[in-house]
């Protein structure tokens, strides 16, 4: 098969939710439509559960958990899916959003009765940075909810973005009938089955078809042809290339626990869902059917056993075709590496690879040479682009507490910073180490990994800062004054970009109209928006 066809093959996606809302058990029913588990039950939950939120350990478990089902790889309708695993835990967001920026498209959870939380926003909002084309599954239909049209305008108020059902329940909670499927006019009927697949789908002619109101009963056929008739004045018709485009999202509804509607969602996933499409660099757009092999580093994750250093970097690619002990250039060392074992993943599987295509993701042992965001490429320079780092919301000071391992602890936060566990900033005078994070969980795993993986012992004092901007401008003259002004708030990133540590809300807004001429950046995203303005 030529690179042509193993394009068009792939869909790589990830699945995003508030947590609780059903991720994990969509993914597991995914992969047992897709033939990659047998039986229920056999995707361990990788969440890491709340009430285990200062146990140690219990995250490296869960992290370790989530190493091997970080990839999910399977084969559906001819398609080769791969999905791409988020963490559940909100401490862990920042992980989740750059996996986005490897991802083509994205399929939404909502929870029927819970409608759009506050993760959900979040998340969105990352999507709709970058125009990721989103499907969105309201899941827990056979539990008492909303209803379906108030959630459908929330989903429209709060995430910025149209909707268009493609499916319509009949009924909810206790009445929840089924679903009728306005795209295949056929009727799907509800019997709840959590462990198999189980189907009952019912053709009908359209919705005049007596057959309706006999499987159905009159009344709800009734409010079924009101319903349909509504949405069909209301919403345009579903339109292919505004859902790849961001601007829409056809929404199906359904309960993932019951094995019901996720076949609809996956057989509308392949029709409609994107192969690899092209991606910026800093210099030129890159389009994946082009010969030549390029990717870049989303994710890294540290050896479980402290004892080995070395880390999994793994590889979006992008274009061409990935060769096992190949030389590729790192661009940013300028260096030629090879890889004498990468790995790809089945569901929980690792295996060695010869060879990868685009729109698939490996894993690359790393001995500390990776950052997130580096580019490999057959030696062309240039650097993949729209990798962010997002603004941490909790900061802290480190401080190190044996003087006498400086030096690994100048090492130690400096590759865990670069593994994406946080953000470190650093503040003048005395280049004050300013840690900042989403999570509490963070500065807990920071603290254990110096220890362990560096022997340096650390301390973490508390910084009443709001947030982080990045700065830009283009009036130097008043940016330097912005920076003498503000002293004690001014921290510069890793890349020495200067950023306005905000001690609040308040402060911000006093900050930005004092400084018309300054733009405040809330992620280092701002990179990409200058070059593309
Ligand atoms: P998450 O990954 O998004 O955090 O959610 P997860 O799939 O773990 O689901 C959260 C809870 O919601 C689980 O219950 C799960 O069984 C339940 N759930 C998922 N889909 C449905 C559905 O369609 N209908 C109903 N009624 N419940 C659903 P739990 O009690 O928290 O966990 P567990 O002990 O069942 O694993």
């Not at 992969?31 to 709340?50: D, M």
Request: hydrophobic share 40%.
């Amino acid at each position: 098969m030529g690179l042509q066809e193993e394009i068009h093959k792939r869909k790589t996606f990830a699945i995003i939710s508030h947590p609780d809302a059903g991720k994990t058990t969509l993914t597991e029913k995914l992969l047992l439509f897709g033939g990659a588990i047998q039986t229920a039950g056999a995707v361990k939950n990788n969440k890491i559960k709340k009430t285990a939120t200062s146990d140690f350990m219990e995250i490296e478990k869960q992290r370790g958990i989530s190493v091997a089902t970080s990839v999910m790889a399977f084969e559906y309708g001819g398609m080769k899916i791969n999905l791409l695993d988020t963490p559940g835990h909100k401490d862990f967001a920042e992980d989740t959003y750059r996996t986005l920026t490897a991802v083509d498209s994205v399929i939404l959870v909502i929870d029927a009765a819970n409608g759009v939380e506050a993760q959900t926003e979040r998340l969105m909002e990352v999507c709709r940075m970058r125009n990721t084309p989103v499907i969105i599954f309201i899941n827990k239909m056979d539990r008492e909810g909303q209803d379906p049209f108030d959630l459908l305008d929330e989903l429209e108020s709060k995430l910025n973005i149209k909707v268009r059902p493609l499916a319509w329940p009949i009924g909810i909670g206790q009445k929840f009938q089924g679903v009728y499927s306005m795209y295949e006019k056929s009727l799907n009927l509800f019997k709840a089955n959590k462990t198999k697949i189980e189907k009952d789908i019912i053709e009908i002619s359209g919705l005049d078809d007596s057959l309706l109101d006999k499987t159905i009963g009159e009344s709800a056929a009734t409010k079924l042809r009101e319903d349909v008739d509504l949405i069909e004045g209301v919403y345009d018709e579903f339109d292919v290339k505004k859902y790849l485009s961001g601007e829409i999202a056809p929404v199906f509804f359904g309960s993932a626990l019951n094995n019901f509607g996720v076949q609809e969602l996956l057989d509308a996933f392949i029709k409609i869902a994107p192969s690899p499409i092209e991606r910026h660099t800093d210099m030129r757009e890159v389009k994946p059917e082009e010969p030549k092999f390029t990717g870049f580093v989303f994710k890294i994750h540290a050896n479980l056993d402290p004892r080995h250093r070395d880390r999994i970097a793994f590889l979006r690619i992008c274009s061409g075709k990935f060769e096992r002990n190949k030389f590729y250039r790192h661009v940013r060392l300028n260096q030629d590496v090879r890889f004498s074992n990468p790995t790809s993943f089945m569901a929980s599987d690792k295996n060695v690879i010869d060879e990868a295509w685009p729109g698939d993701v490996v894993g690359l042992y790393d001995s500390g040479t990776f950052k997130i965001g580096d580019t490999l490429t057959e030696g062309e320079k240039m650097m993949f682009q729209g990798i962010p780092s997002f603004s941490p919301e909790i900061f802290r000071e480190l401080i190190n507490m044996d003087p006498m391992k400086s030096k690994q602890l100048e090492k130690g936060i400096m590759q865990l910073t670069d593994e994406g566990v946080a953000q470190l900033f650093l503040m003048q005078p005395g280049n004050r180490k300013v840690v900042g994070t989403v999570g509490e969980l963070q500065f807990e795993v920071i603290q254990y990994r110096l220890e362990h993986e560096y022997g340096a012992k650390c301390r973490f004092d508390s910084m009443a800062f709001y947030k982080a901007l990045w700065l830009t401008t283009d009036n130097e003259t008043k940016l330097n004054e912005f920076i003498r002004a503000k002293q004690g708030q001014i921290a510069y990133d890793k890349d020495n970009n200067p950023v306005f540590l905000a001690p609040s809300a308040w402060m911000l807004n006093m900050a930005k109209s004092d400084y018309p001429e300054i733009t405040f950046h809330a992620t280092s995203e701002f990179k990409l928006a200058v070059k593309a303005g």
